[in-house]
Structures are given as structure tokens and as C-alpha cells.
């Protein structure tokens, strides 16, 4: 009789023991789980996220922007932008490359502003300065980060903001935020961008820094009105930038190559 009581209280010791593990192993599972669920990007309201965007990119000094047209065209004299990539020193200087199509001929213009003037290097040829109509025809990237109407003013004052997920972007968490805005809002950022209606914009907010990483705008501002889609990435943030003034060679403007 003793040996047996003496096994049931064994057993019985051995069970308590079994469920006491098991116990504090899914208390330890638990917590991992709920540690891993608090880890990365935590969301943020989005009219929060678009603020502190815009407060951000106030206060760049320089900046390097990508620039891709992804669907329909939009047309400055004759050419259609495929692409730019540009450096920025802010307030006003800038040294862009533009990608343009005319018929099947894709070629790359560089245009530099700097000091209050706008220089042109066509294909095969010296840097123009240009002047008048033809220096506004020119789209100016660094207008995209002018204080008053650039991003830093326009992206925290988009309408119905919607926070759509967490994401990387650059290798950097960021905040994925959808917003609508106006023809006007987008053509006093970059006048070339003539929207007939609004024009929904997907912008990615560094999570720490709270820089604008990448946007995609979509809407009616191709030729003729028509829905296009532009892709700008940013980077290089109040990196170094070099922006020199060539020596204008001759007169001649866009509307002289175009002709040609």
C-alpha cells in the first residue's frame, strides 16, 4: 500500500511539475508575441504624419530628387518628360537632367539654375542661357521645396488624408499616407503640372525623421487632360551639392532646337 501512495504522489508531483512548465512556456510565448507585435512603425494619424512631413522638408538645405513619369505624357514645347534627375541647393539653385521624347528621339537636356539665371546644355552643343518665355517654359525642381508653395506648404494641407500602412522606403520605416489635392495646390508647385481636376497623391514619410521619401501623384494633368502618374524619390538629404554657373555660349534658346 505504501509504495503505491508514494507512486501517486510521484505522478502527481510530476504532473504539477509538466503543467507549471508549460505554463511559464506560454507566458514566455506570449510575451515574445506581444513584444514582436509593439516592435517596428507604430501608425500614426495621418494629418500628423502629413505636418510633420511638411516641417520637415521646410528645413532642407539641399536634396536629390528622381523624377518618372509612369503613365500618359506631359509636354513643354514639343517634348515629352520621361524623366528628370535633379540636385537641389535650395532656395533656388538647381542642376537637372531631363529625359525627353520627340516622336521616337529620346535625348537628355541638362539645365542648371543658378544665381538667378537658367542655363540649357542641348545635345552637342554649349550651355545657352535662356531668357524671357523660354526660361519659364523650363520646369523648375526647386520649386518642389519652396516654403510657401512647395511641398513643405502643400503636402500638410491635403484633404481627406488616409493612413494606408507602414513600409520601407530607402531602407528607412516609413509612413505610407494617401491625400487629395487640388489642380491649383499642384501647379503651384511645379506650374508645368496643369491638373483639370484633383489630384491624389501616396506619400511616404520617414518614421524618425519625418522626411518625404516618395510620392506618387496620379491624376488629369497629361496633355490634353489626360490621367497621368509621376514617381518622385528623394534622397540625399542636406547632402553635399555643387552647383556651378557655366558661361552662357551663345543665345540661342529651346525653341531654336526645337526647330532644328
Known amino acids: 500500500m505504501t509504495p503505491a501512495r508514494h507512486k501517486r504522489a510521484r505522478c502527481g508531483a510530476d504532473t504539477g511539475e509538466v503543467e507549471t512548465r508549460l505554463a511559464s512556456f506560454c507566458a514566455g510565448a506570449l510575451m515574445l508575441g506581444l513584444l514582436a507585435s509593439c516592435g517596428g512603425l507604430q501608425p500614426e494619424d495621418p494629418v500628423q504624419a502629413l505636418r510633420e512631413g511638411g516641417a520637415a522638408m521646410a528645413k532642407l538645405k539641399t536634396v536629390s530628387s528622381n523624377l518618372k513619369f509612369t503613365k500618359g505624357a506631359v509636354s513643354f514645347r514639343g517634348f515629352a518628360l520621361v524623366s528628370a534627375r535633379a540636385a537641389v541647393r535650395l532656395p533656388s539653385d538647381s542642376d537637372t537632367t531631363y529625359t525627353v521624347r520627340q516622336q521616337d528621339v529620346q535625348i537628355a537636356l541638362e539645365v542648371i539654375i543658378a544665381g538667378g539665371h537658367i542655363y540649357l546644355h542641348l545635345p552637342f552643343s554649349g550651355y545657352n542661357e535662356l531668357t524671357g518665355k523660354d526660361a519659364a517654359d523650363i520646369p523648375d525642381l526647386a520649386k518642389l521645396f519652396d516654403a510657401t508653395n512647395g511641398l513643405p506648404a502643400i503636402i500638410p494641407a491635403g484633404r481627406s488624408p488616409k493612413y494606408l500602412t507602414a513600409e520601407q522606403v530607402q531602407g528607412v520605416d516609413s509612413h505610407k499616407v494617401e491625400a487629395t489635392f487640388s489642380a491649383s495646390q499642384i501647379h503651384s508647385m511645379l506650374p508645368q503640372l496643369n491638373s483639370s481636376g484633383d489630384v491624389d497623391a501616396v506619400i511616404w514619410i520617414g518614421g ?22 509621376v514617381e518622385v524619390d528623394l534622397s540625399g538629404f542636406n547632402g553635399s551639392v555643387i552647383i556651378t554657373s557655366p558661361p552662357a555660349l551663345t543665345s540661342r534658346v529651346v525653341s531654336d532646337f526645337q526647330a532644328a
Open 208 to 229: 524618425s525623421d519625418h522626411l518625404i521619401r516618395k510620392a506618387v501623384l496620379s491624376g488629369p494633368f497629361g496633355d490634353n487632360g489626360t490621367t497621368s502618374s
